[in-house]
T-cell receptor
Framework: GAVVSQHPSWVICKSGTSVKIECRSL??????MFWYRQFPKQSLMLMAT?????????EQGVEKDKFLINHASLTLSTLTVTSAHPEDSSFYIC???????????FGPGTRLLVL | GEDVEQSLFLSVREGDSSVINCTYT??????LYWYKQEPGAGLQLLTY?????DMKQDQRLTVLLNKKDKHLSLRIADTQTGDSAIYFC??????????FGKGTRLHILP
């Protein structure tokens, strides 16, 4: 079946550096992908909608200059956390709707730890 | 392995109650969630329940958790056309990993 992959699954970085997270749809194309973050012991929070060929749509309160999203192709969206700080440490998950939009495929998530 | 299952479709008449069911396999879950996804939009948190609770009510929403049977349900009272959406059940495990079900599409009949 359809699969969404994320890379890397784990990343540790120093404060002030930028980190890029990739989300790929395998075996299907996704014109839209969603990016979420999850704080420890909390629920998932939608950050933005990534649109192939156009700008991402950010949820209220999410800094678009901080979290850069690029939907480079129909199978790849990237989230770059710029100038990362410890408070950006979180679990980032992407998802992509299936062909019928009746389903949503989730990536396995990327755990980011900023020291 | 970890798995969350839910039925794919549910049709309910407007004004009736909707009950969406979910089963999970991992007993180490800490929180269980219900998310709502409207067409073309991302998931939005609807409600959640901590694993040591068995019921939570929030206006028209009632969440029931049977930990022994690993069964979670979401009841929507007085279902309205605006409730038409896909509802995802999810659990977080002891290591904060989140597992989602495939979603239940709720269709409202007039």
């Amino acid at each position: 079946g359809a699969v969404v992959s994320q890379h890397p699954s784990w990343v540790i970085c120093k404060s002030g550096t930028s980190v890029k997270i990739e989300c790929r749809s395998l075996d299907f194309q996704a014109t839209t992908m969603f990016w979420y973050r999850q704080f420890p012991k909390q629920s998932l929070m939608l950050m933005a909608t990534s649109n192939e060929g156009s700008k991402a749509t950010y949820e209220q309160g999410v800094e678009k200059d901080k979290f850069l999203i690029n939907h480079a192709s129909l199978t790849l969206s990237t989230l770059t956390v710029t100038s990362a700080h410890p408070e950006d440490s979180s679990f980032y998950i992407c998802s992509a709707p299936g062909q019928s939009e009746e389903t949503q495929y989730f990536g396995p998530g990327t755990r980011l730890l900023v020291l | 392995g970890e798995d969350v299952e839910q039925s794919l479709f549910l049709s309910v008449r407007e004004g009736d109650s909707s009950v969406i069911n979910c089963t999970y396999t991992d007993s180490s879950s800490t929180y269980l969630y219900w998310y709502k996804q409207e067409p073309g939009a991302g998931l939005q948190l609807l409600t959640y329940i901590f694993s040591n609770m068995d019921m939570k009510q929030d206006q028209r929403l009632t969440v029931l958790l049977n930990k022994k049977d690993k069964h979670l349900s979401l009841r929507i009272a007085d279902t309205q056309t605006g409730d038409s959406a896909i509802y995802f059940c999810a659990e977080t495990l002891w290591d904060d990993k989140i597992i989602f079900g495939k979603g239940t599409r709720l269709h409202i009949l007039p």
